[in-house]
């Protein structure tokens, strides 16, 4: 009996040690899976802001970042591709709103563009703060992205940073076309030879083309070209290129003038490189800092 008792209390204290190894496991399993990440991204957050606030004291201006890295849905690596919407508009008006009228503004754009309401929201709002407004581009700021450019005083790009054209792009769950594109085909056609749809995206498509040029004209008015609106307007809008067509810097250069330079600063080289990917959707896409008051 005292043998047979000893070899229980054996096996009870070997399966406790099991049952203790298993929970142990099971504890360490979620600090991994959700404290490590926690932990990475709130040093990454600590970082940025701590480059912003650097950037910021350096060229004494409220600094907003708008930048839309491709990101990974939980474990499956699926891309999803983030672009300016409503959340963006509000979260940059709000900075834009905030910041001192005495101090220049710097939005540092890293995106494929966007919502046109969101976007146009931004370049207005950006185009009436009263004083300097710098967009600097790192590597590209297309569609939506290159109308809040537009809305600026200076445009800061790396030699091999784009913009892109601003033709707006119409659409449903069968795929995007560009206006201009729909215009063309229709007078290609007869009107008994286009379906009811196709006739009113053509009448869409010829609002949406006159809206863009009114708008862009409203927005380059002593901004940035303003000389050479007419060239602007048929190299950016009149669908001469395909949709990702990129303006370099060199030739936004010679279209916009000398209010384009690439003396692109190094802590924003520095901040992008605090932006790569990550798995999960919380990271931000516009951050600032408030400048201390003076």
Not at 70 to 90: H, K, M, N, T
Not at 272 to 294: F, Q, T
Request: proline content about 4%.
């Amino acid at each position: 009996m005292i043998l047979g008792t000893y070899h229980s209390m054996s096996l009870l204290q070997a399966q406790t040690g099991v049952d203790a190894l298993i929970n142990n496991f099971w504890i360490l399993l979620f600090l991994l899976l959700f404290l490590v990440p926690m932990a990475q991204r709130n040093y990454l957050q600590m970082e940025r802001r701590r480059v912003l606030t650097r950037l910021g004291k350096n060229r004494s201006t409220q600094v907003i970042t708008l930048i839309h890295r491709q990101e990974v849905i939980s474990f499956l690596g699926i891309p999803l591709a983030r672009y300016i919407d409503i959340d963006d508009s509000e979260q940059v008006l709000r900075a834009i709103r905030g910041a001192q009228k005495d101090v220049p503004i710097d939005i540092i754009m890293h995106t494929p563009g966007g919502l046109a309401l969101a976007a146009t929201q931004i370049a207005m709002a950006l185009k009436a703060h009263p004083t300097k407004k710098t967009v600097i581009v790192p590597h590209y700021a297309m569609s939506g992205g290159t109308l809040i450019a537009f809305a600026a005083d200076q445009i800061i790009m790396d030699q091999h940073a784009a913009l892109g054209p601003v033709d707006p792009q119409l659409g449903d769950q069968q795929g995007v076309y560009p206006a201009t594109s729909l215009l063309r085909v229709a007078d290609k056609k007869k009107l008994d030879e286009m379906d009811d749809k196709t006739l009113i995206y053509v009448e869409e498509a010829k609002k949406a083309l006159d809206q863009m040029k009114v708008l862009l004209k409203k927005i380059l008015a002593g901004k940035c070209g303003d000389d050479k609106m007419d060239t602007i307007i048929e190299e950016f809008v009149s669908g001469k290129y395909t949709h990702d067509h990129p303006f370099m810097a060199e030739d936004c250069k010679a279209l916009l003038g000398e209010c384009v330079q690439t003396n692109v600063p190094e802590e924003v080289y520095e901040l992008m490189k605090l932006y790569r990917m990550e798995v999960g959707r919380s990271r931000p896409g516009v951050e600032y800092v408030p400048l201390a008051r003076r």
